[in-house]
């Protein structure tokens, strides 16, 4: 009798919502399409039982305006991460796990001191008011640039929307950024549509050596400004009836190899 096929269970995936969080449906669609098991969760239910974060390989911060950006991007829920969920967080971490925060997210990836990582508890970098002075909604191109993290499997150029008002990554002195760029932590920068460093709207916010993305020393929790969430189906992109369909969304990638990672864990 042949031997019974091994099932393969599907890594799950915590994203975590609370007021203001509006991209958890969309960031939810996206682990799923790509076969991943996924829960919502609002942070008071983790508050009250921290140790659940334990079932999940992957935990995810989505987009949009956690308690309304009352005192800044991403800061009173990087805060309320910090002070009751710091000790669960960084244990999640060590313990080899994947960590996503898209836009908002990344905010508060960056004010909770997860990125840029590196053992300082401390904030190193901020995420701050675009130079435009205004709120940026439009298509970027991306180059991926760094393949240190599991989301990222090739150096490619992708092609993403933004849509943030305070998206300009700034580090806290140029030791700092030189060492985002030795240790290949900047995953994603701000491209022209032929590859090339360039200004405004190229770079949306005006963000430091164009950085779009960063990782920790690990390539284990990332956070980028563009939405990949956002460009998952290929009916997606904005100019699909005129230059064709592709089989995915540009984004997808980043979520299928974030799901094939976090099947070993």
Same mark, same amino acid.
């Given at each position: 009798?042949?031997?019974?096929?091994?099932?393969?269970?599907?890594?799950?995936?915590?994203?975590?919502?609370?007021?203001?969080?509006?991209?958890?449906?969309?960031?939810?669609?996206? %682990?799923?399409?790509?076969?991943?098991?996924?829960? =919502?969760?609002?942070?008071?239910?983790?508050?009250?039982?921290?140790?659940?974060?334990?079932?999940?390989?992957?935990?995810?911060?989505? /987009?949009? %305006?956690?308690?309304?950006?009352?005192?800044?991007?991403?800061?009173?829920?990087?805060?309320?991460?910090?002070?009751?969920?710091?000790?669960?967080?960084?244990?999640?971490?060590?313990? /080899?796990?994947?960590?996503?925060?898209?836009?908002?997210?990344?905010?508060?990836?960056?004010?909770? /001191?997860?990125?840029?990582?590196?053992?300082?508890?401390?904030?190193?970098?901020?995420?701050?008011?675009?130079?435009?002075?205004?709120?940026?909604?439009?298509?970027?191109?991306?180059?991926?640039?760094?393949?240190?993290?599991?989301? %990222?499997?090739?150096?490619?150029?992708?092609?993403?929307?933004?849509?943030?008002?305070?998206?300009?990554?700034?580090?806290?002195?140029?030791?700092? =950024?030189?060492?985002?760029?030795?240790?290949?932590?900047?995953?994603?920068?701000?491209?022209?549509?032929?590859?090339?460093?360039?200004?405004?709207?190229?770079?949306?916010?005006?963000?430091?050596?164009?950085?779009?993305?960063?990782?920790?020393?690990?390539?284990?929790?990332?956070?980028?400004?563009?939405?990949?969430?956002?460009?998952?189906?290929?009916?997606?992109?904005?100019?699909?009836?005129?230059?064709?369909?592709?089989?995915?969304?540009?984004?997808?990638?980043? %979520?299928?190899?974030?799901?094939?990672?976090?099947?070993?864990?």
């Amino acid at each position: 009798m042949a031997e019974a096929a091994t099932m393969v269970t599907a890594p799950r995936v915590l994203i975590l919502r609370t007021a203001g969080t509006n991209c958890d449906q969309e960031t939810k669609f996206a %682990f799923e399409r790509a076969k991943a098991s996924v829960d =919502l969760l609002h942070v008071n239910a983790l508050v009250a039982n921290p140790s659940q974060l334990n079932e999940y390989a992957i935990f995810v911060l989505p /987009g949009g %305006f956690s308690y309304g950006d009352d005192l800044g991007a991403g800061r009173v829920l990087a805060n309320e991460l910090k002070m009751k969920l710091g000790e669960t967080l960084q244990q999640f971490v060590e313990k /080899g796990r994947l960590v996503l925060g898209i836009c908002n997210g990344f905010q508060v990836l960056v004010k909770t /001191g997860l990125l840029p990582g590196g053992g300082e508890d401390q904030q190193r970098a901020t995420l701050t008011f675009n130079d435009s002075h205004r709120f940026e909604d439009r298509w970027v191109h991306l180059r991926i640039g760094s393949t240190l993290s599991p989301f %990222f499997q090739e150096e490619d150029t992708i092609y993403l929307p933004v849509a943030h008002g305070e998206g300009k990554f700034v580090p806290r002195d140029d030791a700092m =950024l030189q060492s985002l760029i030795d240790n290949k932590q900047i995953v994603a920068q701000y491209v022209d549509p032929e590859g090339n460093s360039a200004g405004y709207p190229h770079n949306p916010n005006g963000s430091t050596a164009d950085i779009a993305a960063i990782c920790d020393p690990t390539g284990r929790v990332l956070g980028m400004m563009p939405h990949p969430e956002r460009h998952v189906l290929p009916i997606q992109h904005p100019r699909w009836t005129r230059e064709g369909l592709k089989p995915d969304g540009d984004g997808a990638t980043l %979520f299928l190899n974030a799901v094939n990672y976090a099947q070993g864990l």
